[in-house]
């Protein structure tokens, strides 16, 4: 009898497996669940966007393509971030098209951490960045950012956990799980941090499109001696309503690029044709889709963020992503406690911070990529399980 786990290799023993997916398993076998966990938008892809894979299938373009993506892709997204960022990437040989944004933050640590080399995460964070910083052989080091600056990062925070074997800064803003964004002058000191210690920066900003307010998302390879040191993640999920095509792009200097596209050919080889032609649609004529898409997210972060403060957890307002981050200390729960007490009790599904990271105990997610409806149904749910629950 063969004993799978001591034949497994460490590193996949070292990591768990993600605290995102128990409530969901739990939320499955209930009914008249309300869900604020899931970070995917509740619109189905633009009809433009879906009819031109329609289009495509109709003409037979189910073939592989380039393992970098179709160049006509490449050049549209070259054009977007002239446009938007007056940014020059060259579609030849600066852009690779990926499995979503998820298997671009797994190609680009392959291509460049080396065993030991440490990587700063900002915490609270997405849960794949420590997961894949391992699997790449690299150690993750946390750095955690507090509710009293809005979750941003500072230059003095990261100070703290570099050492000689830092290699790699790897930030995610508009940041999921709590909306922080990080404005221009923000960033500008973090540019210099980097430049301070040589560091590669890992920019992950698949949130981009979905920041709210007067601040605009700034890509972090504006600024100065940036553009050859970072690379940029980032794909059509969250702006487009495209979670299921899984379809995402690297942006970076040509060597790194080909670096990872080496990875990619003998693992991946392309993304989907068909999702591919869907991207160039988005790119072409989504924009007026995804401004609509927005406009809707704003009116139900400003509900859930009011309904929030007035029931009394300490909240900041999020700037960017769909999600919002309470503080739930003050009930006397742990977070994974307050998710599993909350679901049972009202029938209302959220992330417990803990699963972000450990700066990420004592708040909870909670997604508003869903219905108006719901989200009023699912606040006056938790005020009232507040009303009760409290130790």
């Known amino acids: ?22 409530f969901f398993d739990i939320a499955a076998k209930m009914k008249d669940v309300i869900s604020l966990g899931v970070g995917e938008p509740d619109f189905v892809t633009p009809w433009s966007i879906r009819e031109s894979c329609v289009y495509g299938l109709e003409q037979g373009y189910t073939s592989y393509t380039a393992n970098r993506g179709t160049l006509e892709l490449r050049q549209e997204i070259s054009n977007h971030f002239k446009r938007r960022h007056d940014i020059n990437y060259n579609a030849e040989t600066d852009i690779l098209v990926t499995v979503g944004v998820s298997e671009a933050l797994d190609l680009a640590l392959r291509a460049v951490v080396s065993p030991g080399d440490e990587v700063l995460i900002p915490e609270p964070c997405y849960v794949s960045y420590a997961a894949c910083t391992t699997l790449a052989g690299g150690v993750p080091v946390s750095v955690p950012a507090n509710i009293e600056n809005e979750f941003r990062i500072t230059p003095e925070e990261l100070e703290r956990y570099v050492t ?23 960033l500008s000191k973090i540019a210099e ?9 890992i920019s992950d ?22 553009q050859e040191r970072s690379i940029v993640l980032n794909g059509f999920s969250k702006a487009y309503a495209m979670t299921g095509w899984r379809i995402g792009y690297a942006l970076g200097n040509a060597d790194f690029i080909a670096a990872m596209t080496k990875i990619h ?15 160039i649609e988005a790119l072409r004529h989504g924009e007026k889709y995804m401004k609509k898409m927005v406009a809707e997210y704003n009116r139900r972060r400003k509900l859930i963020y009011d309904g929030f403060i007035k029931m009394g957890l300490e909240c900041f307002e999020p700037k960017g992503a769909f999600y919002i981050f309470p503080s739930i200390k003050s009930t006397g729960y742990n977070s994974s406690e ?8 009202e029938h209302v599904a959220l992330v417990p911070g803990a699963a972000f ?9 909670c997604s508003y990529a869903t219905s108006i409806d719901k989200i009023s149904e699912a606040l006056a749910r938790i005020e009232n399980f507040l009303k009760n629950h409290r130790r």
């Not at 941090?193 to 920066?201: E, N, P, Q, S």
């Not at 920041?211 to 700034?218: D, I, P, S």
């Not at 990271?357 to 997610?365: C, L, M, P």
């Open 1 to 22: 009898m063969i004993n799978w786990n001591e034949r497994l290799s460490p590193q996949v023993r070292s990591i768990a497996p993600s605290g995102i997916r128990k």
């Open 164 to 186: 000689p074997r830092t290699k790699i800064l790897l930030i995610g803003y508009p940041n999921n799980p709590t909306g922080a964004i990080m404005e221009r002058a923000d």
């Open 193 to 201: 941090f980097a430049l301070k210690y040589d560091l590669i920066v």
């Open 205 to 226: 900003e698949i949130y981009g499109d979905l920041t709210y307010g007067e601040a605009e998302h700034v890509c972090f390879a504006e600024f100065p001696n940036m």
């Open 265 to 279: 050919q003998y693992t991946m080889l392309c993304a989907p044709i068909t999702a591919q032609i869907a991207a």
């Open 338 to 345: 307050f998710a599993e007490a909350l679901i049972q009790a």
């Open 357 to 365: 990271g450990a700066s990420g105990e004592g708040h909870v997610r």
